[in-house]
């Protein structure tokens, strides 16, 4: 009943520049979390950033000072600035809403993923 389509990555250079967004959309009545995480090769799913209405905003250690977690609520959509890009942000980058649907059951989904690649 929700759906989200990524947008946004790509491959830069190292020290560049990327904004990923994530738009949300089906039968939702409010959203109360979104955020970003990645994933390398080999490696666990991490959380980078996220955004929730009561508790503000969360950065993986790694990011902070680099990345920038924003929000649209009119248009459901999440975005993620990603500036000063490392060759260690490589990953696939996937977008997560948390809230709850319009007959009032929780939902949280995961968007499919978007690739982001930096080189040195």
């Known amino acids: 009943q929700v759906s989200l389509v990524e947008s946004g990555g790509g491959s830069v250079q190292a020290e560049g520049s990327l904004r990923l967004s994530c738009a949300a959309s089906?039968?939702?009545?409010?959203?109360?979390?979104m955020g970003w995480y990645r994933q390398a090769p080999g490696s666990q799913r991490e959380l980078v950033a996220s955004?929730?209405?009561?508790?503000?905003?969360n950065y993986a250690d790694s990011v902070k000072g680099r990345f920038t977690i924003s929000r649209d609520n009119a248009k459901n959509t999440v975005f993620l600035q990603m500036n000063s890009l490392k060759p260690e942000d490589t990953a696939v980058y996937y977008c997560?809403?948390?809230?709850?649907?319009?007959?009032?059951?929780?939902?949280?989904?995961w968007g499919p993923g978007t690739q982001v690649t930096v080189s040195s």
């Open positions: 089906g039968s939702i009545f409010s959203i109360n979390a």
């Open positions: 955004i929730i209405s009561s508790a503000g905003t």
């Open positions: 997560n809403v948390a809230g709850t649907l319009l007959w009032g059951t929780k939902f949280t989904s």
